[in-house]
């Protein structure tokens, strides 16, 4: 994370860190730009690749509605949606995609990971996400993907006995879902990089550490900048945050999410602990990575880097 987040995230880290009083109280004392000038040389050697996985979806493209703003949402359950391609430097043949769902106002973040993206997983993936939700989903915004722009899930949304609002970016502008596209970078990416993922059995170990040690960290212990406000001064946009805070933070104030979800929030939150979190994630991730060093089936490692 950022400087200006990890300095506000430092209250929840550092009484689990084994380190001496003086050494925290340096830390909690540190300020953002001291942060920054001191992780310099660890952030240059992180690179950032891009690579497109949409293919444009053109049904219903008339039905479906744009959406380009966000900023009249002012409650949770606004969600927007997207994918991330583990293809490597190619996408050619068979590899695991991540589904990211994030909450406009929150910043809340749920993960699932799928073979393909085969319509019958995208909706299982979609309804068990949307089940295990702590607010209801009031909305639902996506990009142009036939992943997303078909019949199958416009009936889910539509002809539920309370429809949800359905609506899509422009295609081509990725600051439509620009909530959302952030957390392919922060909650994917930084993740699991840019290795190709070319083994079905990464996708159960994969949605293991999505629904649990990766889902707490991000949602509990990862704070999030939240735009108060944005007006033009001369030729420029001057923008104003508010001070980072957990998505989990924002929930418990949300009047959406009932007492009971949040007591749950609460309980969930009391036994965690954020180093031993990171500690898993890395056992998991290590037994994710050593599967593609095996024979899978669709294109080898070896042929995506040819």
């Known amino acids: 994370m950022c400087s200006k987040r990890l300095k506000q995230a430092a209250a929840d880290w550092l009484p689990f860190l ?17 942060m920054d000038r001191l992780l310099g040389s660890s952030r240059a050697r992180l ?12 049904l219903l493209k008339k039905h479906i509605p744009i959406r380009t703003d ?46 393909n993206k085969g319509h019958h997983a995208i ?19 996506c990009d142009n993907g036939s992943e997303f722009l078909n019949y199958a899930l416009w ?13 899509r970016s422009r295609p081509y502008h990725k600051n439509d879902n620009a909530h959302v596209e952030q957390k392919n970078w922060s909650a994917v ?24 040690e990766w889902h707490w960290l991000v949602n509990f212990f990862c704070p999030t900048f939240k735009l108060l406000e944005k007006k033009k001064v001369g030729s420029k946009y001057v923008k104003r945050y508010e001070k980072p805070r957990t998505p989990y933070a924002r929930l418990l104030e949300a009047p959406e999410v009932s007492p009971a979800e949040k007591e749950k929030l609460r309980a969930i939150r009391s036994g965690l602990n954020p180093l031993k979190l990171r500690q898993r994630i890395e056992q998991k991730l290590r037994r994710i990575f050593a599967l593609e060093k095996e024979e899978a089936p669709g294109i080898s490692t070896a042929e995506a880097r040819s």
């Open 18 to 34: 084994k380190a001496t009083l003086a050494a925290k109280s340096d830390v909690a004392a540190m300020s953002a730009a001291t």
């Open 47 to 58: 690179g950032r690749k891009r690579r497109s996985g949409t293919k444009p979806g053109s």
């Open 70 to 115: 966000n900023a009249d949402i002012t409650r949770v359950g606004y969600l927007e949606a997207d994918t991330v391609a583990h293809c490597g430097s190619s996408m050619a043949g068979d590899f695991a995609w991540t589904l990211t769902f994030t909450d406009i106002v929150s910043g809340w973040t749920q993960c699932r990971a799928v073979w």
């Open 123 to 141: 909706h299982q993936h979609l309804r068990a996400a949307e089940g295990e939700s702590p607010f209801p989903w009031l909305a639902f915004d």
């Open 155 to 167: 009936d889910h949304y539509s002809k539920r006995p309370k429809p949800v609002q359905f609506t």
């Open 189 to 212: 990416r930084q993740l699991l990089g840019y290795e190709r993922l070319g083994n079905p059995e990464a996708v159960a170990l994969l949605n293991d550490l999505y629904e649990n």
